[in-house]
């Protein structure tokens, strides 16, 4: 059972826009989201996080959008770049629990 | 202050030969945990472990796969007799056990059985 989903293996964005990720989890009592960023043969780095009390959270050209409604989070960066090309994946945890759920990843290729 | 070092980085056996996988987390860091990542899928909850404890197992196979963080030294997962079908990334995270905490992560164990 999949809790925590993101439907689209794959997106490729021009260079200057805006690159839309998307996830969809299950569990309602998931209150804790993260996104992290994975290159090749390297381990997962942190990108940006949002708790459940808040529907936005930016920090530079990253910026996580809640729906609590719709179990739905995305992620946009804007404007891409070509380093930000890799594997996105978004993250969800129970407060107390420390167990985090990632989803199966988006690759993210951006064209120079 | 080095991050969560794992070792060996490539981890070559043959069916039936055991595999010891080792991490290290961040300086400060009481909690470990442990992810496997299949070719072309998402990262695995396997197990997350306090020193000396176990907190939740319930990513890992019932058989052969075991994990410790013992009160001296870094954390250890192990598989025994491997089979080819654990040829996985296998990826550990610390963090230092607060709520809402990220976790910081290793460069992985690339396992591969012959």
């Known amino acids: 059972d999949q809790q925590v989903k993101q439907n689209s293996p794959s997106l490729s964005v021009q260079e200057g826009r805006i690159s839309i990720l998307n996830c969809d989890y299950t569990?309602?009592?998931?209150?804790?989201f993260l996104w992290y960023k994975k290159y090749p043969a390297e381990g997962p780095t942190f990108l940006i996080s949002?708790?459940?009390?808040?529907d936005k959270n930016e920090d530079g050209r990253f910026t996580v959008f809640l729906n609590k409604s719709a179990k739905h989070l995305s992620l946009h960066i804007v404007p891409s770049q070509p380093g930000d090309s890799a594997v996105y994946f978004c993250?969800?945890?129970?407060?107390?629990?420390?167990?985090?759920?990632f989803g199966t990843g988006t690759r993210l290729k951006v064209l120079a | 202050n080095a991050g969560v070092m794992q070792n060996p980085r490539h981890l070559v056996r043959r069916r039936g030969q055991e595999a010891r996988l080792r991490c290290s987390p961040m300086?400060?860091?009481?909690?470990v945990y442990w992810y496997r990542q299949l070719p072309e899928e998402g990262l695995k909850f396997m197990v997350y472990?306090?020193?000396?404890?176990?907190?939740?197992e319930s990513g890992m196979p019932k058989e052969r796969f075991s994990a410790e963080f013992p009160k001296e030294g870094p954390s250890i997962l192990r598989i025994q007799q491997v089979v080819r079908g654990d040829s996985a990334a296998y990826f550990c995270?610390?963090?230092?056990?607060?709520?809402?905490?990220?976790?910081?992560f290793g460069s992985g164990t690339q396992l591969s059985v012959l």
């Open positions: 472990l306090q020193k000396e404890n176990i907190i939740d």
């Open positions: 300086k400060g860091h009481s909690h």
């Open positions: 569990n309602s009592m998931f209150d804790y």
């Open positions: 995270a610390s963090s230092p056990g607060s709520l809402n905490e990220k976790l910081f």
């Open positions: 949002i708790s459940s009390i808040k």
């Open positions: 993250a969800a945890s129970t407060s107390g629990t420390y167990k985090y759920i």
